[in-house]
């Protein structure tokens, strides 16, 4: 038996944001003796301790903020004109993945996947705009397109949209099973009440989540049921500003900061509303893992409907009305229903993990043979 296929993934960092979180679920799953993931980063991330255990590699350049356009474009024709060997150079950049894959391309590297996780780009104006220009180079350079949904292929792909293989973000359905058990130790171990009713969110600070609607929709609430907590999951840019805010509001009592955690599948079971008011989305890996938990969620009208189960647990609500939303939490928090497991759902669907390391596999495997 011969080496395994090694494809190469680019991104910023493998911390644990939604595409990064798809990656590793993908690396799990795979058959490593047939393809090995490597990774090329610009910072360290929570994830490559795992990643060098399970045999990748990962290399490290650095990021166009810290040595300008030029300096950026240079590191990565140096990266990939010394480490020519890849069949694969998988990039998870989004309009940021133009120059990777024109580096790769000029390597003579065979096929070059731009992914796209997004539906619009962050930042400001003139970041925006250089994302643009990066963009344009996407079509010439890439020679497959990938795409979490078709809103996002549409968004990055343009009219080579209809070509991009969507690659469901699968999840480990077994893992959100609802199980009582689990949702008593964690709310015992956050002290929260049995009767408490607890909204959840997941997600990076950012200006994408909308985290500052979320504190005010919880103002809303507490005045109509006094034992409501948010417990927000996640770090980022925005966390100062967003701690400024809760004490603004005087909700420091009502709202629980968890930072970054490697337990979403156990805090999922003791929350009883996901909210998700995101500006924009791709498809977001958190809104599945809390439909397979069986948590009735809300989200903002905005984000794709292919992120829906079919399980009768989302509700889309557009983010001009706060309180359309508080009405609808607090229905959904009276009501309390019962928690099922939807993973057969979601793997009709094709959401198993298990079903979408096989797919991504067999792509890489085909698409390698054919440049051997």
Known sequence: MGNPLRVLHVVVNMNRGGAETLLM?????????????????CKEGVFDSEITAMGGEIFRIPYISEVGHLGYKQHLDQFF??????KIVHSH??????FVLLAAKKANIPVRIAHSHNTRSEGGLASKLYKWYAGQYIRYNASHFFACSTKASKWLFGNNSTEAYILKNGIETDQFHFSLTA??????ELTIEKDTIVLGHVGRFSHQKNHLFLLDILAGMVKKIPNVVLVLVGDGPLKQKVKERIKELKLDKKVKL???RDDIHL?????DVFIFPSFHEGLP????????????????????????????????????DQNLWIQKITQLAKARQTRKSSSKS???????????????????????????
Not at 93 to 98: I, P, R, T, V
């Open 25 to 41: 679920n993908l690396y799990r799953n795979i058959d490593r003796s047939k393809v090995q993931f490597d990774f090329l980063t």
């Open 258 to 260: 968890l930072g970054i």
């Open 267 to 271: 805090l999922l079971q003791s929350f």
């Open 81 to 86: 004109k010394s480490n020519n060997q890849y």
């Open 285 to 320: 890996v958190t809104l599945i893992e809390a439909q397979g938990a069986g948590l009735p969620c809300i989200i903002s009208d905005s984000i794709t409907d292919e992120v829906d189960m079919d399980v009768g647990l989302v509700s889309y609500l557009p983010i001009t």
């Open 346 to 372: 979601l793997t009709l669907k094709g959401y198993d993990i298990k079903k979408t390391a096989e797919r991504s596999q067999l792509s890489y495997l085909s698409l390698g043979d054919k440049v051997i």
């Open 93 to 98: 950049m989004d309009k940021m993945s133009g």
């Open 183 to 188: 949702r008593e130790k964690i709310r015992n």
